[in-house]
């Protein structure tokens, strides 16, 4: 149908994206335009934006959540995991059957005491998500995304409510698990020195309506200098970020 989002799959497991507009319906205002990026598998892509740039559409376009749009996702093969900005844990369920309500029928049952203790959540499997606090909760639903052995993970501000040593703890295990299992990961933050640390490129949106202003690759080795040049330089070109790095 013309007008709407495409999904293709093929064999290729990269994630294409093509966001040539994103026009919301109530007034006509267009959110998002001539966006495009892609990324191999086992890449970390974080995405950065001003408050009300776009970036969660531009997630929920990511993971087909919305098909209201011009352009093109080629997704890899696989599941999906998907982390909103609130936890939207089941609340008569225990944390250990949150995660296993998303498996598919037939496949294979994650290990849930180890799931959450790589979140740092060891002992919250007969707990009721009323009994956590936002942090853990936030937590325990990055484990409820990496329980169905995603491909894609989509992750909208993972590090929100958790202090920056649980942060960092998080970043590393999404760093650790995109490396070793090839899922490719797209995050939005907005910690900037957290998300250096462990994401391959960074993205920024900026404008009315957002376009896609930069695509960096983060530089990796034991060399720092090279990070701090790539961190003046977003500063120095994107205000917005001075508040949060």
Do not use: C, Y
Not at 148 to 175: H, K, N, Y
């Amino acid at each position: 149908m013309p007008g709407a989002g495409a999904e293709t799959m093929r064999a290729d497991p990269a994630l294409e994206v093509t966001i040539a507009e994103k026009r919301f319906a109530a007034g006509g205002r267009t959110v998002l335009r001539d966006i495009a990026f892609g990324a191999p598998p086992g890449a970390v892509l974080a995405l950065f934006g001003s408050s009300g740039a776009g970036k969660t559409s531009t997630l929920r376009i990511v993971a087909g959540l919305d098909a209201a749009f011009r352009g093109r996702i080629i997704r890899p093969q696989g599941r999906l995991g998907m982390m909103f900005q609130e936890p939207l844990l089941v609340p008569w369920l225990t944390v250990g059957e949150n995660l296993l309500l998303v498996v598919p029928e037939g496949a294979p049952q994650p290990d849930v005491p180890a799931l959450l203790a790589e979140v740092g959540l060891p002992d919250a499997a007969s707990r009721r998500p009323r009994e956590l606090s936002l942090g853990m909760a936030r937590r325990a639903a990055l484990a409820r995304a990496l329980a169905v052995g995603p491909s894609l993970l989509v992750l909208d501000e993972p590090f929100a409510s958790l202090d920056p040593q649980l942060a960092a703890g998080l970043a590393a295990v999404i760093r650790r698990r995109a490396s070793r299992d090839g899922m490719t990961v797209v995050l939005t933050t907005h910690d900037l020195d957290q998300v250096m640390a462990v994401a391959d490129r960074v993205l920024v949106l900026s404008g009315v309506p957002a376009t896609l202003a930069a695509d960096l690759a983060v530089p990796r080795g034991a060399d720092a200098a090279p990070r701090a040049a790539l961190r003046a330089d977003l500063l120095g070109r994107f205000p917005f970020l001075q508040g949060h790095a």
